[in-house]
């Protein structure tokens, strides 16, 4: 958690545009983002902060938007939440274990995607709650809403489609566009094009739906440009193709392949990524086991020797 809030100051030391942080229960890792990214929040200015993704079988909704709403004000508006029906995780059903279970005649995923229809409707800001007439503050008039409201986040919501039916379900509901390194194999074509293909699926759905402002699209990639004998040893053997395999009984997914080479290399596959040049935002994992002045070292690297070329700043 400490060496998460280093390294997102450290970025935006450097010129970074965003931190966002991977969320799974009952893993060694960031499980309850709220407390880092008011942390993060609160010790930067300009840099976006927000999740790839939180699962929203495990969440209450209506808690989790006065976690979001606080969040968002202590960073100034800064926050991008990504959220998304949840992925396989470290425990069968662990979203039983946090009291939580699908409706009859539902499944998990059902319960994933309406969870987040109600945190995208509290967000609104609406009064919805029936007031006290004996309270123990004074009440405005009217219904009450959720506290603290921070105006403006419900358009900074993301959605992490795996499959081009949830990119359009996304779309329709006004959410950003989250595609990570994994989608369902829907064609059988390579990683990068599938993803494209969902963009604009997701786009044309975006456009039909009539909303009146323009929507926001990441794609995740591993990138690592070799740089010196480090990178080479770290990251010189690196998967470089993509590869299908199942992650749920009967459900085939595409893995996209991790980049690592030299700048003048990698800059020409990149340029060939046709997902890559459908999104307006790139979101680089890194290996945080390595530290925080490996990671700012890695960053810094693409920042200086290909974002220039891609025209990514």
Same mark, same amino acid.
């Given at each position: ?102 409706? $009859?005649?539902?499944?998990? *995923?059902?319960? @994933?995607?309406?969870? &987040?229809? %109600?945190?995208?409707?509290?967000? =609104? ?89 323009e929507p926001r699209v990441s794609v995740s990639r591993s990138i690592f440009a070799l740089v010196n004998d480090q990178d080479k040893q770290y ?12 992650? $749920?009984?009967?459900?085939? *997914?595409?893995? @996209?392949?991790?980049? &690592?080479? %030299?700048?003048?290399?990698?800059? =020409? ?45």
């Amino acid at each position: 958690m400490l060496q998460s809030i280093d390294l997102a100051v450290a970025a935006e030391e450097i010129g970074v545009d965003g931190a966002y942080f991977r969320v799974h229960h009952f893993a060694r890792q960031l499980a309850s983002p709220f407390p880092l990214l008011s942390a993060i929040g609160a010790k930067t200015s300009k840099i976006e902060i927000g999740t790839g993704v939180i699962d929203m079988r495990y969440e209450n909704p209506l808690y989790m938007v006065e976690d979001a709403g606080a969040a968002d004000l202590i960073s100034g508006g800064r926050l991008q939440l990504g959220i998304s029906r949840g992925s396989p995780e470290q425990v069968i059903e662990g979203w039983r274990y946090f009291g939580y279970q699908p409706e $009859e005649g539902r499944d998990d *995923a059902d319960m @994933g995607r309406q969870k &987040a229809l %109600e945190f995208l409707d509290k967000l =609104k800001g609406n009064g919805f709650a029936r007031p006290n007439p004996q309270p123990m503050f004074p009440n405005p008039p009217g219904l009450l809403r959720l506290e603290p409201y921070s105006e403006g986040l419900r358009e900074r919501i993301w959605w992490g489609a795996g499959s081009n039916a949830t990119a359009v379900w996304a779309a329709e509901q006004g959410m950003n566009l989250q595609s990570s390194t994994l989608k369902f194999d829907e064609s059988g074509k390579p990683f990068h094009i599938q993803q494209a293909e969902q963009i604009r699926l997701y786009k044309d759905a975006w456009k039909k739906a009539g909303h009146q402002r323009e929507p926001r699209v990441s794609v995740s990639r591993s990138i690592f440009a070799l740089v010196n004998d480090q990178d080479k040893q770290y990251f010189g053997q690196a998967k470089g193709a993509d590869s299908f395999g199942y992650i $749920e009984p009967e459900k085939r *997914a595409v893995f @996209g392949k991790s980049y &690592a080479a %030299e700048p003048d290399q990698l800059i =020409k596959e990149l340029a060939q990524d046709e997902a890559i040049q459908e999104a307006d935002t790139v979101l680089l994992t890194i290996p945080n086991t390595l530290g925080v002045e490996y990671n700012i070292h890695v960053l810094s690297a693409i920042l200086e020797h290909v974002a220039p070329a891609l025209g990514w700043r």
